[in-house]
């Protein structure tokens, strides 16, 4: 069974970044379940392993644009300490959900702390960097109905519910 729209596909994958750090990895649990050619995977990922099948290995290298975006500088910002209010202690790492002009609830990142001045991010983790992923498929198989209506995969790698 070929890899293509609507297919529930597993993986085994690996990514590391530029420097051959691992960022992400499937190994030593589940693989990973996704819905083909529904925008589960990041473009770069998902178009590569079009047209595939089950026992595939492959190495992939995904630019920002094709994976978690470039980084947006409009979703930097840096607030005061004071904005902070109800914070106990403020420290770099620390994620806030905050609240966008069109009411989308997007994650922001503390990245920096210079005195009062706290440096915030919105950008995607992955966002920017180039993506090295190593991926075996381990099975492919029909989507059900149901997944096609939830849009995403039940059951071993996916949802349970
Ligand atoms: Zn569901």
New binding site residues.
């Given amino acids: 069974m070929k890899i293509e729209k609507h297919k529930v596909v597993s993986i085994d994958y690996t990514l590391k970044d530029d420097q051959g750090n691992i960022i992400d990895s499937s190994r030593g649990g589940e693989p990973l379940a996704y819905i083909q050619g529904v925008g589960n995977l990041i473009p770069g990922l998902e178009s590569a392993l079009e047209g595939g099948s089950k026992g595939d290995r492959l190495s992939v290298s995904v630019p920002p644009e094709r994976g978690y975006g470039v980084l947006e500088d409009h979703l930097i910002h840096v607030l005061r300490r004071d904005q902070f209010e109800g914070v106990e202690e403020l420290e770099v790492g620390m994620q806030f959900h905050a609240h966008a002009d069109n009411g989308a609830v997007q994650t922001v990142v503390v990245t920096k702390i210079d005195g009062d001045n706290v440096t915030i991010d919105g950008n995607h983790p992955l966002a920017g960097k180039n993506l090295h992923f190593d991926v075996a498929v381990v099975e492919v198989r029909d989507a059900t109905a ?2 096609l209506e ?1 849009g ?1 995969v ?1 059951g071993p790698g996916g ?1 349970h ?1």
């Fill in positions: 149901e997944e939830h995403h039940h949802h519910h």
